[in-house]
């Protein structure tokens, strides 16, 4: 459900409302942090930029920062700027759930499942506890550790909530 894309990005805004000293951070500097291709990390900061998410300072100390508070980035956010819009797949979009078919309620009922928990969840929830162990006791792999290497320390700038 959720694509490659959207966990880098919410990967991305997790270090970055991480970092002790707030600020811009470059593209580069943050594919390195996160371990993962420029490239492909320029597209993922490029929808999370145009979705108002990050916010982009241009030049030679130019980067990203959090553009938002965390607590009011929501995962249906970060989800809609890289995936777009939770779209049900439904017989009638304006249909009355009992009137369509099984497969089909079924369909609305998972379509607002899911809007409803992205919705719900945001950014500083996810802030209360970012990570867990690489590998947890179930043999599982968070996908949200990954490769994570801590940046030398920037000049600062604060961001507007804090």
Request: charged share 15%.
């Amino acid at each position: 459900m959720l694509t490659k894309t959207t966990i880098s990005a919410i990967r991305t805004l997790l270090f970055l409302a991480e970092r002790a000293e707030p600020g811009v951070v470059s593209p580069r500097a943050l594919a390195e942090a996160l371990v993962v291709s420029p490239t492909y990390l320029a597209k993922t900061v490029g929808s999370l930029v145009k979705a108002g998410l990050l916010r982009a300072e241009k030049g030679s100390r130019g980067g990203v920062a959090l553009n938002l508070p965390p607590a009011r980035i929501t995962l249906q956010a970060i989800y809609e700027a890289c995936q777009g819009v939770v779209m049900g797949d439904y017989c009638t979009s304006g249909a009355d759930p009992k009137s369509v078919c099984s497969f089909h309620q079924a369909s609305v009922e998972l379509h607002f499942a899911i809007v409803g928990v992205l919705s719900r969840w945001t950014l500083a929830d996810l802030l209360e506890r970012p990570r867990s162990a690489r590998l947890h006791s179930s043999g599982h792999v968070c996908v949200m550790v990954g490769d994570i290497v801590p940046l030398p320390s920037l000049a600062a700038e604060r961001p507007p909530w804090g």
